[in-house]
């Protein structure tokens, strides 16, 4: 079983700058991607900002040059840095990890991996 926690939503002023963290624990064999999502009221989840293994990354267009993901190997945490929010970033932030626990690499099973959410509210 893996589990992710999700921390450092809340609520800052437009221009501002937010650090979002989810760290997983649990029987975790190899983590192939990590994500953040995004779902703001009524519209669908979207994709924020991704990472693999290899440290490869991608951004929506709408977050370009202003939000960056890292990861920590040896902690298996992902963070995203947020700068320069915009009110139209105010949303239901997910992180979710592509990963094997023990049980499942020895199925070749992929299992995605979805933390509990956190509010980021960007207003004046």
């Known amino acids: 079983q893996v589990q992710l926690v999700e921390s450092g939503g809340g609520l800052v002023q437009p221009g501002g700058s937010l650090r979002l963290s989810c760290a997983a624990s649990g029987s975790i064999f190899g983590i192939n991607a990590m994500g953040w999502y995004r779902q703001a009221p009524g519209k669908e989840r979207e994709l924020v900002a991704s990472?693999?293994?290899?440290?490869?990354?991608d951004y929506a267009d709408s977050v370009k040059g202003r939000f960056t993901i890292s990861k920590d190997n040896a902690k298996n945490t992902v963070s995203l840095q947020m700068n320069s929010l915009k009110p139209e970033d105010t949303a239901v932030y997910y992180c979710?990890?592509?990963?094997?626990?023990?049980?499942?690499?020895?199925?070749?099973?992929?299992?995605?991996?979805w933390g509990q959410g956190t509010l980021v509210t960007v207003s004046s």
């Open positions: 990472i693999t293994g290899g440290d490869s990354t």
């Open positions: 979710k990890f592509s990963v094997y626990s023990r049980s499942s690499y020895l199925n070749n099973r992929l299992l995605e991996v």
